[in-house]
T-cell receptor, first 116, second 116 residues
Framework: GAGVSQTPSNKVTEKGKYVELRCDPI?????LYWYRQSLGQGPEFLIY????????DSGLPNDRFFAVRPEGSVSTLKIQRTERGDSAVYLC??????????????FGEGSRLTVL | AQKVTQAQTEISVVEKEDVTLDCVYE???????LFWYKQPPSGELVFLIR??????QNEISGRYSWNFQKSTSSFNFTITASQVVDSAVYFC?????????????FGAGTRLFVKA
């Protein structure tokens, strides 16, 4: 489809395990964002890429969280040694290139992570 | 620092009533954008409107209208003649230009219940 695609839609894991969440942005969108949304809360900014580089990773909660976007398209959010507090919906969004970017975000349906 | 405050956690109205969702923001940027997003029960965030910091004209789109006032740092959203399908969580968001591009932060959201 033409929208932002996130996989898996649901992930259940055990405390201490490693997880990867994938985001495939809209074709041609150079900006890509990761947010985390806990129940009853607004999306919490994690990291944003402009092309291949992380332009702002100030929202990553600690060094267990890492994200890459090696070819400037698909991005992977990686969480090491998962904790129960990491349980949330992880949202990916993309937007147009910097010259045209007025900030409008196009969101995927999210990946729901449950850490047991 | 940037901040978005949505003081109303939940609002409940009866169909056909008008309802206003409040949003107050803080930013040091001179150029910024304000947004409203809707998150229906299905979960995917949907863009509703964007205003830039240089344009304080109010906007109307069908039953939706937005009141942007820089003097009070507010960007309120009014739904006229509400309908059951308007039931959702509504997020106000702020995007300001920093090095490398835009970073968007969200308020905590207002959950709107429209009863038939």
């Amino acid at each position: 489809g033409a929208g932002v695609s996130q996989t898996p839609s649901n992930k259940v894991t055990e405390k201490g395990k490693y997880v990867e969440l994938r985001c495939d942005p809209i074709s041609g969108h150079t900006a890509l964002y990761w947010y985390r949304q806990s129940l009853g809360q607004g999306p919490e900014f994690l990291i944003y890429f402009q092309g291949t580089g992380a332009a702002d990773d100030s929202g990553l909660p600690n060094d267990r969280f890492f994200a890459v976007r090696p070819e400037g398209s698909v991005s992977t959010l990686k969480i090491q040694r998962t904790e129960r507090g990491d349980s949330a919906v992880y949202l990916c969004a993309s937007s147009r290139g910097l010259a045209e970017n007025t900030g409008e975000l196009f969101f995927g349906e999210g990946s729901r992570l449950t850490v047991l | 620092a940037q901040k978005v405050t949505q003081a109303q956690t939940e609002i409940s109205v009866v169909e056909k009533e008008d309802v206003t969702l409040d949003c107050v923001y803080e930013t040091r940027d001179t150029t910024y954008y304000l947004f409203w997003y809707k998150q229906p029960p299905s979960g995917e965030l949907v863009f509703l409107i964007r205003r830039n910091s240089f344009d304080e004209q109010n906007e109307i789109s069908g039953r939706y209208s937005w009141n942007f006032q820089k003097s009070t740092s507010s960007f309120n959203f009014t739904i006229t003649a509400s309908q059951v399908v308007d039931s959702a969580v509504y997020f106000c968001a702020l995007s300001g230009f920093n090095t490398g591009g835009f970073k968007t932060i969200f308020g905590a959201g207002t959950r709107l219940f429209v009863k038939a």
